[in-house]
């Protein structure tokens, strides 16, 4: 069975989708980064059960920039996916176009969590609250802002003309972590904003 | 070590040319070397951690600990989770990838069941203790109050965090070491390992239990009743996938015609130790014992049993074993069965009267004692057994030098060992492999002495794969070949770029935010040079496309 599967001389070569070495790097590691929010917000948890006062101490944060901006992030997301699907049909056009716009709505998110974060009467170092709201809010914008930077860099490989629907596979890897920032995104959104006012 | 030796062996147990990653490999070496670099320069210029190994808050936070110490210890440890992840990583793609066709997933070794099974622990693992460290360094610099009782934070969050890690670690470090001594025990008896399925299945269960389990390194910190309770069960527990693989050595050692060589020495005495080292563990795992134990000789004990007896014998004995392998020529088999007498002579003697003075009430972390105790003989009986295992240890390098240049010389097999990297010469060449072999049952090289089937493994004929750096991509569990993988070349980039992730960690110590600057630019530009789609790798688009 093996041997005739081996003679059969049309294996594809090199890094082609799923079958790249990369893509299941970038699966091992989206669940090492899932961990990490996962401890994060253990540790929420943890702190929020152990305090004495009221949680969160000024009341459950606002809505009115968290709902748009999981709205926009959400959107990015579908942009990414339906780009990927236009290399994949053999239209680097669709990709640059989800891509770019990707990238905005990216920088639109970054700049409504700088006027929340603005916004916001406490510091970091007012509480434990604070600083668990600033970590973990924190902590996903420095991953927005690392798959910004990805999704830069493909949609410059893009425009270079680097890829085609047989040979794209940096896209099919580099889209799983973009979606994963969304994903965890809506974790945040859910502990943070929704879970206050459950208690 | 034992990721050396998974990194050197997986690529001959499986029948491939390389790791799924090697950039990557050389990446997690560098960042591992330069991590232990930044944490130990700390001691010549007295600044050494200085908090205890699992660097208990409120001990380490600023206000009782003001120095940079801490902060070293913080930082190195994320930096060294960098090369934990990413070598782990790369250990998971490389099982799921890279196997020789036909290898599917209940004919691999055991070592790589327990190398992947650690690995999938660290990538889940991990996370936890560079979180703590992360939020403790914000606790210290950053104003924040994650471990500030006065606001309101929990040192005991620290403890969690930090034992969420310490756990799995633990068996992240010995399940590997299990994984040698399955593979390589059965040879010396002469028959194939007793119960491989239940083995394979007892190392993945292990890890699963241990994520259960991490509370019970804080039975006394004062937490709730019903807590402890649920922790202790799942410690129990896990004594039944440990006594599975005992149960299984002892078979194959029972049932076999064992050969009594160095290696399978090292191997026997690690079987008892691990009983030793378990049973210890398995009372502790008793609430009000551990009560009476915690933070006494007897933890001492059962620690050095579990991390030595289970960790450095099998590593030991898996040295003889691959040693022809690896350089071609044999160790002095009388100096190695003599230097295995003199450590485990001196091993127990050592650590074994640790167990009577815990229970005597000597407690861990002193540095002296009044002599009315009655702990002096014992003490002095430890610091004899202590020195005569160094010898035995000292033996042991001695033989492995000497035995480097003037052993005597190794055929490809020397051992009549089952398993792929037995295929190939002593040593290797570059490529492992000439042709990659077609695996078509757990031992290859044993079919014709089983004879199970007609089913035959062919090691001197297959794919060939010539063209450049080529290896073969399989399934993940039928392991049919469904791509050729195109490996790249060397590089520099590994290097650079953990020079860079250093600079990083250093810049952070130093407070310096141009250096943090500059160095994350480094970084990028590096991490995007790295990735940059090369044609020969086919990952864009070529002429014939």
């Known amino acids: ?143 927005v802002i690392v798959g910004l930077l990805m999704m830069a860099v493909l949609l410059l490989w893009t425009t270079l003309g680097y890829f085609s629907a047989g040979r794209h596979a940096a896209i099919s890897i580099g889209v799983i972590y973009w979606h994963f920032v969304t994903v965890v995104w809506l974790v945040v959104f859910f502990v943070i904003y929704i879970a206050p006012r459950l208690g | 070590m034992l990721s050396g030796f998974s990194n050197y062996l997986w690529p001959l147990l499986l029948g491939s040319r390389d790791m799924a990653f090697p950039r990557l490999n050389a990446l997690s070496y560098w960042v591992f070397l330069f991590a232990g670099l930044f944490l130990y320069c700390s001691f010549p210029l007295g600044k050494a951690p200085d908090g205890g190994w699992f660097n208990y808050v409120p001990y380490a936070s600023r206000a009782y600990n003001p120095g940079p110490n801490i902060d070293v210890y913080a930082l190195g440890m994320v930096l060294l989770g960098i090369s934990t992840t990413v070598g782990s990583i790369n250990f998971i793609v490389t099982l799921a990838r890279t196997r020789a066709p036909g290898m599917s997933i209940n004919r691999v070794p055991v070592l790589v069941w327990g190398t992947v099974t650690a690995s999938a622990g660290n990538l889940l693992a991990v996370p936890a203790v560079s979180l703590a460290f992360l939020l403790l360094f914000m606790d210290r610099q950053a104003g924040t109050h994650f471990f500030d009782s006065v606001a309101g934070g929990q040192p005991l969050l620290w403890q969690h965090l930090f034992w969420m890690f310490g756990h799995p670690w633990v068996y992240a470090i010995v399940l590997p070491a299990m994984g040698i001594v399955s593979d390589a025990l059965p040879v010396f008896c002469r028959r194939p390992l007793v119960g491989y399925t239940a083995v394979a299945l007892s190392t993945v269960s292990t890890m699963v239990l241990g994520f259960g389990v991490w509370v019970h390194h804080m039975f006394a910190s004062g937490l709730p009743i019903l807590s402890l309770s649920f922790f202790s069960a799942a410690s129990f527990v896990i004594v039944i996938p440990s006594a599975v693989a005992v149960f299984a050595w002892i078979a194959t050692i029972w049932t076999g015609r064992p050969v009594f060589t160095a290696a399978f020495l090292f191997f026997a005495g690690f079987v008892l130790l691990f009983v030793i080292g378990g049973v210890s563990g398995f009372m502790t795992a008793a609430v009000p014992l551990d009560w009476q134990l915690t933070r006494t000789y007897f933890v001492i004990a059962h620690l050095h049993y579990v991390l030595i007896g289970i960790n450095v014998f099998p590593v030991l004995g898996g040295i003889c074993y691959w040693f022809p392998k690896v350089t071609g020529r044999f160790m002095n088999e009388a100096f190695a069965k003599l230097s295995f007498w003199v450590m485990f ?201």
């Open chain 1, 1 to 143: 069975m093996i041997e005739s599967m081996v003679s059969d001389n049309s294996l594809p070569v090199g890094s082609k989708g799923h079958l790249a070495s990369g893509w299941w790097g970038m699966i091992a590691l989206v669940f090492t980064e899932g961990a990490l929010f996962a401890y994060l917000f253990f540790s929420y948890f943890y702190l929020a059960l152990h305090s004495i006062s009221q949680w969160p101490p000024g009341g459950a944060p606002h809505l009115s920039i968290a709902i748009p901006g999981t709205l926009i992030l959400v959107a990015a997301s579908v942009v990414v996916w339906w780009g990927e699907r236009g290399i994949q049909r053999g239209k680097p056009r669709q990709l640059i176009i989800g891509l770019s716009t990707a990238i905005l709505l990216g920088l639109t998110f970054l700049g409504m969590q700088g006027m929340e974060w603005h916004n916001e009467p406490f510091k970091l170092s007012s509480g434990v609250y604070s600083s668990l709201y600033f970590t973990i809010t924190g902590t996903h914008i420095l991953h």
């Open chain 2, 345 to 545: 002579v001196g091993f127990n003697t050592a650590f074994f009267p640790m167990h009577i003075l815990g229970i005597l009430g000597m407690p861990r972390r002193i540095y002296t004692y009044s002599d009315h105790l009655g702990w002096s003989t014992a003490n002095l009986v430890i610091s004899i057994g202590a020195f005569v295992f160094a010898i035995g240890l000292l033996l042991f390098l001695i033989n492995a030098f000497r035995s480097f240049n003037h052993g005597a010389r190794a055929g490809a097999n020397p051992w009549g060992a089952a398993s792929l990297e037995w295929s190939t010469s002593s040593p290797p060449p570059v490529y492992n492999f000439a042709v990659i072999p077609i695996v078509a049952s757990r031992y290859p090289l044993w079919e014709d002495m089983m004879d199970e089937g007609p089913e035959r493994s062919s090691v001197g004929t297959g794919m060939l794969l010539d063209q450049g750096r080529e290896t073969v991509g399989s399934t993940v569990l039928d392991a049919e070949p469904d791509v050729i993988l195109r490996m790249p070349g060397d590089s520099y980039l590994p290097f650079l770029l953990s020079v860079s992730l250093t600079a990083i960690f250093v810049s952070l110590l130093l407070h310096s935010g141009w250096g943090l600057g500059i160095t994350v630019l480094v970084t990028f530009a590096a991490s995007v040079w790295w990735l940059w789609p090369q044609k020969s790798l086919g990952q864009m688009q070529a002429q014939h496309d």
